[in-house]
């Protein structure tokens, strides 16, 4: 069958699922406002008016809907809800599955009405809606007046890449890092601010940061400010495949997001077996269980995020027992292969729904 995602062809999160229905024989297909390549599928990569910004979605409309009709697609797919959610919605194809990531329900209804009015017509046009965890399920029930379910379908982590037996040895230094990208939703100042008041009492922690993005100068501005360039390491941009080899050398791991909508960061993390320091707020809670798995803290608060990460710092035995839980939290409900399995149960339903449900109204009809 062919499922065609209107989604962001380079973002890692798009690449692993079509790259899973690609391999498991399902015809994909993308169409994508930035260009990439993903192996087994076709990119169809809508090019054009990109100085407009996000207004080119609306500008090309027209042209992405001639796109996904000329495809005849067995499953319309829209990741992420006001952006190809509303162009799905535009498309007029069923059955039609759409997916909210985060900021698109959390943040994006409440900018402006018109937000608020592209978020409902989005939802009430979708088939199906799922969600990666309850916090953002249940804040998109609260634009579905008209509907009690959505489905949460985590977006999980591969057990047999991320793995806590490639954690390395290391000595007493103490290594807090994250992998994120230098944005100011993901509050990395809070975590270099916080940082500075441990390292005034534990000046042998180190901090390590991979990732890129907008603040990456700032950043680096407040790392000198502070006076702590020779705690903190900068890695840059790594590949996802990378990722495990950068969690190895971690003892905890820093989430001081201002909004997550899921956190999966946090769980590869856990899936290695380390401990998460990180703000509670959005779906951050789904994904680590205070005082089991790691600590939570108010988002914003540095003073609170030192307490934390200075906690575990101290304490190798409670950093050992938090990674086991977190480890065994992730290994029963954020496995990949699960969470990929139900989503291909969700895409045959679908399919097969909508297809009796025609045949039952072609019979009519005749």
């Excluded at 989604?7 to 297909?29: K, Q, S």
């Excluded at 909508?261 to 990180?278: L, N, R, S």
């Excluded at 035995?317 to 290994?331: E, S």
């Excluded at 990949?336 to 097969?352: G, L, P, S």
Aim: glycine letters at 6%; hydrophobic letters at 45%; charged letters at 25%.
């Amino acid at each position: 069958m062919r499922v065609v995602y209107l989604a962001d062809a380079p973002y890692i999160h798009t690449r692993r699922w079509v790259e899973y229905f690609a391999a498991a024989g399902w015809d994909t297909h993308v169409v994508s406002f930035r260009p990439a390549e993903i192996t087994g599928a076709a990119v169809h990569y809508v090019d054009g008016f990109e100085r407009i910004g996000r207004a080119r979605y609306l500008v090309h409309a027209a042209r992405v809907r001639r796109i996904v009709r000329e495809l005849r697609p067995d499953i319309l797919h829209a990741m992420h809800l006001t952006s190809y959610g509303f162009l799905a919605a535009l498309c007029d194809i069923h059955p039609l599955l759409t997916s909210v990531w985060g900021t698109d329900i959390l943040e994006a209804p409440a900018w402006t009405p018109l937000h608020k009015r592209l978020t409902r017509f989005a939802l009430k046009r979708a088939d199906h809606v799922t969600a990666t965890g309850l916090a953002l399920a249940s804040a998109t029930l609260r634009y579905m007046p008209e509907r009690e379910q959505v489905t949460v379908v985590p977006f999980g982590v591969d057990l047999e890449r991320f793995s806590a037996t490639e954690r390395q040895p290391r000595d007493q230094q103490t290594v807090i890092g994250t992998v994120s990208r230098l944005s100011m939703e993901k509050g990395l100042d809070v975590l270099l601010k916080a940082s500075a008041l441990v390292i005034s009492d534990h000046p042998d922690i180190k901090v390590v940061i991979a990732g890129d993005g907008p603040e990456r100068a700032k950043l680096g501005r407040l790392t000198r400010d502070l006076d702590i360039e020779a705690n903190v390491t900068f890695l840059g941009e790594i590949p996802h495949e990378g990722v495990p080899s950068a969690l190895a050398t971690f003892d905890v791991f820093a989430m001081p997001s201002r909004a997550e909508g899921f956190g999966v960061a946090a769980i590869e993390a856990a899936a290695m077996g380390i401990p998460v320091v990180g703000s509670d707020v959005h779906g951050i809670p789904d994904v680590v269980d205070h005082n089991e798995t790691g600590l939570l803290v108010p988002p914003g608060d540095e003073q609170a995020l030192a307490r934390a990460i200075a906690r575990l710092a101290d304490d190798v035995r409670l950093r050992k027992t938090m990674g086991d839980n977190a480890l065994a939290l992730v290994t029963e409900r954020y496995d990949w292969r699960e969470n990929t399995a139900q989503m291909e149960r969700i895409y045959n339903d679908m399919v097969r729904t909508f297809t009796e449900h025609t045949t039952r109204a072609t019979v009519t009809e005749s």
